[in-house]
């Protein structure tokens, strides 16, 4: 059975630092891995795509990277703010030869930053 | 450009009902999915439609069915409600199914 898995499942730093997400996953065939933050009661907002055949992505003060070897990837936040405090959810689409194309979802890092 | 719009916003239904959940996808994007959300919890995949065919399914009971439209819009249809379908339900839409998704705001389920 494929399995996203995410540690730690709850963070909480000072505001200004620096913190890392980690996200595994059990079957290096996969289509793609994307983040994702969720505010409590909300829906979904997209922060990084990555595809099977890139390493890194960045946007502002956000980089993931994606080890597929491995089974492995990371959200890299850097000098956090109050306002990250929310959840973040790593979703896999594997690659499963035609069959189900849905994505496989972590039970998330609940991130606490505090003031 | 609109995002992906799901209607409606919170939904309270008894046992035994029947819901209709909608979805509009962002202009442009042929695919449309469907995940349950319950507390806690990450989403769970339960169909994905591309081009009005279903291209996957999750693990779900046969009481939960979608179709997909022309206008490429979707409808998730859940039949014999029971207190554990109680969930946030969400649609996503993309591209092409396999090109990165953009989530709506969810529906809002309670089953009493």
């Known amino acids: 059975k494929q399995e996203v898995t995410q540690i730690p499942a709850a963070l909480s730093v000072p505001e200004g630092e620096n913190l890392v997400l980690n996200c595994s996953f059990t079957d290096s065939a996969i289509y793609n891995l994307q983040w994702f933050r969720q505010d409590p009661g909300k829906g979904l907002t997209s922060l990084l795509l990555i595809q099977s055949s890139q390493r890194e992505q960045t946007s502002g003060r956000l980089n993931a990277s994606l080890d597929k070897s491995s089974g492995r990837s990371t959200l890299y936040i850097a000098a956090s703010q109050p306002g990250d405090s929310a959840t973040y959810l790593c979703a896999v689409q594997f690659n499963e030869g035609g069959g189900a194309d849905g994505l496989t979802f972590g039970k998330g890092t609940h991130l606490i930053i505090q003031p | 450009d609109a995002g992906v719009t799901q209607s409606p916003t919170h939904l309270i239904k008894t046992r035994g009902q029947h819901v209709t959940l909608r979805c509009s996808p962002i202009?442009?994007?042929?695919?449309v999915s469907w995940y349950q959300q319950v507390l806690g919890q990450g989403p769970q995949f339960i169909f994905q439609?591309?081009?009005?065919?279903?291209?996957g399914r999750g693990n779900f009971p046969d009481r939960f069915s979608a179709r997909q439209f022309p206008n490429y819009s979707s409808e998730l249809n859940v039949n014999a409600l029971l207190l554990g379908d109680s969930a946030l339900y969400l649609c996503a839409s993309s591209r092409t199914g396999r090109s990165g998704y953009t989530f709506g705001s969810g529906t809002r389920l309670t089953v009493v």
């Open positions: 439609y591309y081009e009005k065919e279903e291209r």
């Open positions: 202009s442009g994007h042929k695919s």
